[in-house]
């Protein structure tokens, strides 16, 4: 080896951060992560990303020394600065690196933050186990600059709060200070944005790339979200059944993918569509394009129950100020001042039934009274919307969390009962109708919701799940029903003697979808139904909604935060936000051509890969 080879393998080596060398993790006999190399260097942002059950979670907590009891782990995971191989260092040691050479965010800031801790004093805590030397006032100084370098406005009032009263937002931004408040050299972040709505999603990634910036840290970021890796990384690797599949610039793997894997993710995560059937392409569908890639001629034939071509009604909707309505144009945004009932999606659909509404929804209101320090005051949900659903119709309904969305859906559905309003499924009112009264807005209004395992009970079999909305049908009925139903969303019929445990997310979600379609609904509300899903059974998930509402010949009310997933399922999306529709129209048009500034703001913060049609 010649003096400059060595030189330059010496700084190769010492800007290692962390390295990673054969790690193998194991629960007893059974092996999950199989001899992976890891290294991230000094100012390196990597991204490790890969679906659920992947092993990415693992190996950030096994680089932290958090693995849980029950898995062990072999190879070795060295901390160049430290001088510490973790898998062989003591809990002392450990406890020593935790927060200063090395700090992690969490998914969840929730049940990783204590409870019945202030804020102020939880941040504070990090500071004085490392710093025992410091005074109060300078942990309190150093405390709310920290809060402050994090966006986290009112310094005073967050410091003396519980984590309960603080949003989701604010809580990850507490999070991202106690992990940056001894400028570790290395940050991990599992998954940190996942929860959060598209807008604050994209501060936090941008706090996040800022303090590993002027702390000079290292970044290793866990994610199966490539749109937030795109952003924020300079470096990826491909993680899959526990092995890395491809490692590289970040450039260079999203522009030229290798593994076939690597291409299916990037496809899935764009929403691209099969040009012969207009299906979303899943992975499956990618890997089985790479393996008859030299079997040019042979066009596959489009899956049984495929999305035939819409036309997007284009005629725009109209406000409502006597018997003659006025058209707007080019698409429904809400006037500064508008005079009388706006009315949205109010025109002649262009659907298979041109004049019959599923739902007819004018001036809804749902408040709610709120006491503090002996005054009462009333907040509005949902503020006076009017919208118009037609049969047959895909009707998307987007806005961040706490913009009424979610409450209008348990209102539709009659989960809820409205202040004021109407509401007229099929030309029946339902608000002001007692539970009684409204028991059969159930059997042709179905809800799937966000979180399956919610919604699933655990302690049943999942034909008891799915064929419970039958009622007092013969058992030996609701057995074959329920066998049939899950047939017809990709489950074997013997999965109907399972338990929901034993079933992965996207399983989960088509059992949930497979309940709400037993009753033969003719309104199907799914909210925010794959947005907790990876991007590849997304896609599974998103097709099959659009399969069954062929198929079953429902109207879809589709409830989101990405307008890319909207995009591709509605017909139509309507644009809340704090409780009122601000924009709709046509999903192609809204999304090529927003006039609302608030649905500008949504689609530039989305993370992009570059999205189909851009």
């Known amino acids: 080896m010649t ?80 001088g510490i191989d973790v898998l062989h260092a003591d809990d002392q040691q450990m406890r020593t690196l935790r927060g200063s050479t090395m700090s992690m965010v969490f998914q969840e800031p929730m049940t990783a933050l204590n409870p019945l801790m202030k804020v102020g004093r939880q941040v504070g805590e990090v500071v004085s186990i490392h710093r025992p030397k410091a005074s109060g006032a300078e942990i309190g100084t150093r405390v709310d600059d920290m809060l402050t370098s994090v966006g986290l406005a009112d310094v005073k009032r967050v410091s003396d709060s519980y984590p309960f009263q603080l949003s989701g937002g604010q809580r990850q931004r507490v999070m991202l200070a106690m992990a940056m408040i001894n400028s570790p050299g290395l940050l991990l972040a599992d998954e940190p944005t996942t929860a959060l709505d598209v807008t604050v999603q994209k501060q936090v990634t941008e706090l996040m790339s800022e303090q590993v910036r002027s702390s000079g840290s290292s970044l290793l970021f866990i994610t199966h979200d490539l749109g937030v890796v795109a952003g924020l990384c300079n470096s990826v690797a491909i993680m899959r059944h526990g092995r890395i599949i491809e490692r590289g610039a970040l450039e260079e793997v999203f522009a030229h993918p290798r593994h076939p894997y690597t291409k299916a993710l990037l496809a899935a995560s764009k929403l691209e569509k099969d040009e012969h059937s207009n299906r979303l392409v899943t992975l499956a569908d990618l890997e089985r394009r790479e393996h008859d890639d030299g079997m040019h001629g042979q066009e596959g034939q489009p899956a049984e129950g495929a999305v035939d071509e819409r036309l997007h009604g284009d005629s725009p909707a109209v406000i409502v100020e006597g018997p003659e309505p006025a058209a707007m144009a080019p698409h429904d945004v809400l006037p500064e ?79 809820d009962r409205a202040t004021s309003g109407s509401i ?83 399983q989960r979600q088509r059992i949930a979808i497979a309940r709400a379609l037993i009753t033969k609904p003719q309104v199907l509300i799914a909210d925010e139904a794959v947005s907790a899903l990876d991007v590849s059974v997304r896609a599974q998930v998103l097709n099959l909604l659009a399969d069954l509402s062929e198929s079953h010949a429902f109207t879809l009310v589709f ?23 601000v924009e709709c129209g046509p999903s192609e048009e809204i999304y090529k051509n927003p006039l609302h500034p608030y649905t500008k703001t949504l689609l530039e913060a989305m993370p992009n890969i570059g999205a189909e049609g851009e």
């Open 3 to 82: 003096d400059g080879t060595a030189t330059a393998a010496h700084q190769s080596s010492s800007d290692l951060v962390l390295n990673i060398s054969g790690l193998r993790v194991s629960s007893g006999d059974k092996e999950i992560i199989h001899g992976i190399d890891i290294t991230v260097r000094a100012g390196e942002r990597l991204g490790l990303i890969g679906e659920s059950g992947s092993g990415k979670s693992l190996t950030c907590l096994a680089a932290m020394g958090l693995l849980p009891q029950g898995l062990t782990a072999t190879g070795s995971i060295e901390l160049p600065s430290a």
């Open 337 to 415: 001042e508008p005079h009388g009932t706006l009315v949205f999606n109010r025109y002649e659909s262009s659907l298979a039934h041109p004049h019959e509404e599923a739902i007819q929804v004018s001036e809804l209101v749902k408040s709610y009274k709120t006491r503090s320090l002996g005054s009462t005051r009333t907040f509005k949900a949902v503020n006076g919307i009017s919208f118009d659903v037609h049969k047959g119709e895909k009707f998307g309904i987007v806005g961040e969390s706490g913009c009424g969305k979610s409450t209008t859906l348990r209102m539709l559905s009659a989960l």
């Open 424 to 506: 007229k499924i099929f030309g029946t009112e339902i608000v002001e109708q007692s539970a009684r009264g409204n028991a059969w807005v159930h059997q042709k209004v179905q809800v799937v919701f966000q979180d399956p395992m919610g919604s699933l009970d655990p302690r049943m079999r999942i034909w008891q799940i799915v064929s419970e909305p039958l009622g007092k049908t013969p058992r030996k009925e609701r057995l074959a029903r329920a066998e049939r139903i899950l047939e017809s969303v990709g489950l074997d019929a013997a999965s109907a003697q399972r338990y929901p445990h034993q079933f992965s997310g996207g």
């Open 559 to 581: 409830v989101s935060h990405d307008l890319h997933v909207v995009r591709n399922q509605c017909d139509v999306v309507a644009v809340m936000r704090k409780g009122e529709i």
